[in-house]
């Protein structure tokens, strides 16, 4: 019996003193070395638990409890310890020793999510400031993508002379292709200037976010000072030439923007416009009462006495005779095809290249005669859509200072200035579109009641 009991302690004893039962023998120093190891895997498992519970404290204890929840839901249950060996649990168990194992799982983001910060906002709203406005009602179907990849504006210069340019443009297509109805037609604005534009932040204002709808072209011979870079006249300047009032030359001036505008087959009406001029109404009312008119704005009149009829020269027969001269405002809007027949006239332009000189000029006498003499009066409205006050008299319209731009002036002029026209075929009071002669020291009252009166540049 007694040695039954000494052979079952002998079973049960730990592996390291079976060792020494059964190897009685062994070296005290092989004892030494195997201790010291046993040693060092201690020390080794105490110091990885103090690490692990200085990085767990230093966690934030919001995120710790989460990794905490989501380890002990996602983790398996604990094995049973083997019956057999009888091993009697530690005195002081703790989850680590009772895991199967570490949860890589979720271990393994070890760096923390950045603390809440703004950057998400703004990166949302630069991406949303980026994406371009949604395009207008009438320009769908994809329409705004072609437009915005189209080189509009910053390519009007070239070297061609006077003569290949209006016959390039004579040649050009009235723009009923299938390539002219890819994108929206255009209104084709043609600036002629002396060598600045006063009013230039306010027609910024008047074309801002309208872009595709339009074309600038300024006959300049230094235009100064220069635009900006992000102007809507940047690049906009044709090749120009010297222009002297009252010469043939301010009339070539504007047949020369009129066939650098029709190289452009998008350019479907054209608006002569001068740097004292400013727009009664915002680009999308100009845009529609220019594109739904079934006629252009072309002023001819068949005046008698020395301002009118007194300036025919005789010498202009047979092309041009006593009873189809006109005349007229120098402002005009036209459609395609009539700005077509202008540059590619032959007949009329060279006789009065020849015979017209002061008290004829060219500006107030060609188009008014050339329109009359080829019978478009049917296709004219026979007013201009600029307003100018000729009541005081002489040669120049009055002029429009700082002290005389108030509200009610602007919207008079809106409401036709006292006058009634018509607009394919109805009677209406909104004859214009434009006004002048403003001097340059208006322009911060026009920008003032812009926004309340004239609809643009709030």
């Given at each position: 019996m007694k040695g039954q009991q000494q052979h079952q302690?002998?079973?049960?004893?730990?592996?390291?003193?079976?060792?020494?039962?059964?190897?009685?023998?062994?070296?005290?120093?092989?004892?030494?070395?195997?201790?010291?190891?046993?040693?060092?895997?201690?020390?080794?498992?105490?110091?990885?638990?103090?690490?692990?519970?200085?990085?767990?404290?230093?966690?934030?204890?919001?995120?710790?409890?989460?990794?905490?929840?989501?380890?002990?839901?996602?983790?398996?249950?604990?094995?049973?310890?083997?019956?057999?060996?009888?091993?009697?649990?530690?005195?002081?168990?703790?989850?680590?020793?009772?895991?199967?194992?570490?949860?890589?799982?979720?271990l393994a983001p070890s760096p923390l999510p950045p603390p809440p910060t703004p950057a998400p906002t703004t990166t949302t709203t630069t991406t949303t400031t980026t994406i371009p406005p949604p395009p207008m009602p009438h320009m769908q179907g994809g329409l705004m993508n072609n437009v915005m990849i189209e080189p509009s504006m910053g390519a009007n210069m070239h070297d061609m002379t006077d003569e290949e340019l209006l016959r390039k443009a004579s040649s050009m297509s009235r723009g009923k292709g299938p390539e002219e109805r890819r994108v929206p037609p255009k209104v084709a604005f043609m600036f002629l200037v002396r060598g600045s534009l006063p009013f230039a932040p306010l027609w910024e204002k008047f074309f801002k976010g309208h872009k595709g709808l339009y074309s600038i072209y300024v006959h300049a011979q230094t235009l100064h000072p220069p635009p900006h870079h992000t102007s809507v006249f940047h690049g906009t300047t044709i090749p120009s030439k010297a222009v002297q009032w009252g010469s043939m030359s301010m009339m070539e001036a504007e047949r020369r923007l009129l066939a650098n505008a029709l190289l452009d087959p998008s350019n479907q009406r054209f608006v002569l416009l001068s740097e004292a001029c400013v727009p009664l109404y915002n680009l999308p009312s100009v845009y529609s009462y220019l594109m739904n008119s079934t006629q252009s704005f072309v002023g001819m009149y068949d005046i008698p006495g020395?301002?009118?009829?007194?300036?025919?020269?005789?010498?202009?027969?047979?092309?041009?005779?006593?009873?189809?001269?006109?005349?007229?405002?120098?402002?005009?809007?036209?459609?395609?095809?009539?700005?077509?027949?202008?540059?590619?006239?032959?007949?009329?332009?060279?006789?009065?290249?020849?015979?017209?000189?002061?008290?004829?000029?060219g500006d107030e006498h060609y188009l008014p005669t050339f329109v009359n003499a080829r019978s478009i009066g049917g296709r004219n409205a026979n007013r201009s859509l600029t307003w100018v006050d000729w009541s005081k008299g002489g040669a120049h319209p009055a002029r429009f200072v700082r002290q005389q731009v108030n509200p009610g002036m602007l919207a008079w002029m809106r409401n036709g200035g006292g006058d009634r026209c018509t607009y394919n075929g109805r009677n209406t009071t909104m004859c214009y579109l434009f006004a002048r002669k403003f001097l340059p020291n208006s322009l911060n009252r026009l920008e003032l009641y812009a926004p309340k009166v004239l609809g643009f540049g709030r």
């Open positions: 302690q002998e079973e049960f004893a730990p592996p390291l003193l079976r060792l020494l039962l059964v190897f009685p023998a062994i070296n005290s120093q092989l004892l030494k070395l195997i201790l010291s190891g046993f040693l060092l895997i201690t020390l080794g498992v105490i110091g990885g638990g103090i690490i692990t519970t200085s990085y767990l404290n230093s966690i934030n204890p919001a995120v710790l409890i989460q990794l905490r929840y989501n380890i002990l839901s996602t983790a398996p249950p604990s094995p049973s310890p083997a019956a057999p060996l009888n091993i009697p649990p530690p005195p002081t168990p703790t989850p680590t020793i009772s895991s199967p194992s570490p949860p890589p799982p979720m020395p301002t009118g009829r007194g300036r025919y020269n005789k010498r202009m027969r047979p092309q041009i005779e006593p009873r189809q001269w006109r005349k007229g405002s120098q402002w005009f809007g036209m459609d395609r095809a009539l700005a077509v027949e202008v540059v590619s006239d032959g007949v009329y332009f060279p006789v009065f290249q020849r015979h017209c000189r002061p008290p004829c000029y």
